[in-house]
């Protein structure tokens, strides 16, 4: 703990002796977690909270550290979109779940980007980390079967394998992080899923011939069965991808002009593949151990800013794309002190705040003043709006239709900046806020994970300024609150926006309450105009 405290209170002086006016085009970064909890974060869950995330707590003692910040989902896929265009994925043909195994692109290629409104501005822009959000792989139709495997690996690889796989892997994608604004990517798609082998812009590096052996679907490594490079070693992921990424920083800080690094990690999310040095120093579980490992490499990535002298001139946003996976062991780790939803009820995937209230922490020397606490409802959404508005940007009437600057708070105001969020579960139930209302219009927490629902009414709503933990539903009780907060829904379902401005249309049309059994998803890419 002493150690702690030595590394906050240096942090602090240091921010404090070197802060700066802000540059007019600073240096992003955006690095966005895993399946880190609410309450996985130290700074978050002192109380409750077991594992020592210094780093993290370092930069928010550096920074703004925001309590009510929001993904758009409970799972990953569509909080990604939705941390990138500015818009909520559920306007996309993404109503449940997560893009699947070689799946297509999700954002459309006309849709503007955090990197692609960045580029024209002169910033370098690179992607390093988990993508999931779909390429055109190459797959043939025909042939999916034989470029994955349910659950596991296949018994053999057999020559007609290996010559899908090179018929595939020998060729650049389309689709993927270099066709929508970033002038490079290196990282895995889904370190869980085939392909085993890293990408570097739009190909493999090296052609797969093998199957993931079958000892790497065992405690929360793999998923999937799928091609594989021989050899592949899944604790070797993370830091691979902080190599990268120090070396992109050291590389554009000597180039002379802003970047841009968005860095979607792959961690602690699985495959919970601990590197030795960090094995059994948690003292909970594997899961903990990696999400100190993690912090460790968030912490190396701000380390290559400070050396390459562009600390000062750089916004670093931290969050994660959802909560925790209650699979990995939650309730272990509760039975030993510690919650990694904090107060918050649920987990991943869930409507229920554990499943999307999530880590966010800004840093910028300059206009964010040291050891802020900011309790005003935000969302992931909002980054691309603030980007804008920190550069003197004019967005599209056609993109960030749900994005609202942060830059107000991020210079100390107290004032909202948006009149409610929308949130979802996996299973694309809403989660609509306003205030601190909260209306879930089903019962349960819609996630794949979720605790069985004693709940009889057809909906839930919950005052979270004094009911954080959604313990006491007042659907029943209070009928005018539930129709304002469907009506707003509607509303922002209706325009096609939440933000003010022209009318905008959904890809797909939008139901408050979702049909039981999942509907198929459209294959065809909706037109829309050129923003």
């Known amino acids: 703990m002493n150690g702690l405290v030595r590394i906050l209170a240096g942090a602090a002086a240091l ?3 070197t802060v700066v006016a802000a540059p007019s085009t600073p240096n992003i970064v955006v690095i966005l977690a895993d399946d880190l909890g609410y309450g996985d974060v130290h700074c978050y869950n002192p109380e409750r909270g077991k594992i020592p995330t210094p780093r993290m707590d370092g930069l928010a003692a550096e920074g703004m550290r925001f309590t009510d910040a929001h993904s758009s989902s409970g799972v990953c896929s569509p909080s ?8 909520y994925h559920w306007r996309t043909r993404l109503q ?7 799946g297509d692109p999700l954002i459309a290629p006309d849709r503007l980007t955090i990197a692609g409104m960045l580029k024209p501005k002169g910033y370098a822009t ?6 999931h959000l779909g390429r055109d792989w190459g797959v ?4 999916a079967k034989l470029f994955s495997g349910k659950g596991g690996a296949a018994a053999e690889v057999t020559d007609t394998h290996r010559a899908a796989w090179r018929a595939v892997f020998s060729k ?3 689709g993927g ?3 929508r604004g970033f002038d490079e990517y290196f990282g895995t798609d889904v370190p869980n899923w085939p392909p085993y082998c890293f990408i570097e812009n739009e190909r493999t590096v090296g052609i797969p011939t093998e199957f993931l052996p079958k000892e790497l679907f065992q405690n929360h490594l793999a998923s999937l069965g799928g091609p594989a490079l021989p050899g592949w070693d899944l604790s070797k992921i993370l830091p691979a991808l902080a190599d990268r990424a120090c070396a992109f920083v050291e590389r554009e800080s000597k180039a002379g002009k802003p970047f841009f690094l968005y860095m979607p990690l792959t961690a602690p999310h699985t495959p919970i593949a601990v590197n030795p040095e960090w094995r059994g120093k948690s003292g909970l579980i594997p899961y903990a151990d990696f999400v100190m490992e993690t912090d460790a490499a968030i912490g190396r990535v701000l380390d290559a800013l400070a050396k390459a002298g562009a600390a000062d001139r750089t916004l670093v946003v931290l969050t994660s794309d959802n909560g925790c996976a209650p699979y990995i062991g939650a309730k272990e780790m509760e039975a030993k002190g510690h919650f990694p939803s904090g107060p918050l009820r649920g987990y991943k995937a869930d409507a229920w705040e554990g499943g999307h209230r999530v880590p966010f922490i800004v840093r910028w020397p300059g206009v964010v003043k040291p050891g802020g606490v900011c309790g005003q409802l935000v969302h992931q959404a909002d980054l691309i709006a603030t980007f804008a508005d920190a550069l003197g940007v004019k967005l599209p009437e056609t993109a960030a239709e749900d994005s609202f600057s942060l830059m107000p708070l991020l210079r100390g105001g107290g004032e909202p900046v948006r009149e409610g969020a929308v949130s979802a579960s996996a299973g694309g139930i809403f989660a609509v806020r306003k205030g601190s209302w909260k209306l879930i219009p089903a019962p349960g927490g819609g996630g794949n994970w979720s605790e069985p629902s004693s709940n009889a009414a057809p909906g839930q709503l919950y005052n979270l300024a004094a009911d954080l933990g959604e313990k006491e539903n007042l659907y029943g009780s209070n009928p005018d609150k539930v129709a304002e907060l469907t009506a707003l829904l509607q509303g922002w379902i209706d325009a096609g926006r939440s933000t003010p401005g022209a009318k905008q249309t959904n890809d797909v049309p939008v139901e408050i309450r979702k049909p039981a059994a999942p509907a198929a998803r459209p294959r065809a890419k909706p037109a829309r105009k050129q923003p």
């Open 96 to 102: 449940r779940g997560i893009v699947g195994v070689f």
């Open 126 to 131: 690179a992607c390093i980390g988990k993508w």
């Open 15 to 17: 921010v404090a002796t």
């Open 177 to 179: 992080p270099t066709s």
């Open 172 to 174: 650049p994608f389309s």
């Open 140 to 143: 043939p139709e025909g042939e």
């Open 80 to 87: 990604r979109y939705a941390l990138l265009t500015g818009r």
